[in-house]
């Protein structure tokens, strides 16, 4: 099992910037991605980045550019830089960690953080 903890959010004007931190905890030797999603309120959550165990990371269109996803293995943390906010930002964003155990044959599993509000003002 993986646990996720997220911290960072906050409110901020538009243009400015905030740093999401989510510490892993438990079996993190099986994690193989880890990422970010957002969900706004009446709208499903969607993916904003993530990143494998090789450094590859995907981004959504909407933050290309403006958002950074960046992961420390030794202290079982990623981050989201998020620069150049705008309001279509504002939303609930959650810590994703898809994570392999052996049972037999492996298996995949995704663990949750419970998420953390980012709104941004005009």
């Known amino acids: 099992q993986v646990q996720l903890v997220e911290s960072g959010g906050g409110l901020v004007q538009a243009g400015g910037s905030l740093r999401l931190s989510c510490v892993a905890s438990?079996?993190?030797?099986?994690?193989?991605?880890m990422g970010w999603y957002r969900q706004a309120p009446g709208k499903q959550r969607e993916l904003v980045a993530k990143t494998n165990n090789g450094g590859f990371t995907n981004y959504a269109d909407s933050v290309k550019g403006r958002f950074t996803c960046s992961r420390d293995n030794v202290k079982n943390t990623v981050y989201l830089q998020m620069n150049s906010l705008k309001p279509e930002d504002t939303a609930v964003y959650y810590c994703n960690a898809r994570w392999r155990y052996f049972s037999g044959r492996y298996y995949e599993n995704d663990s949750w953080g419970e998420g953390t509000q980012v709104t941004v003002s005009s």
């Open positions: 438990g079996s993190t030797s099986g994690i193989v991605a």
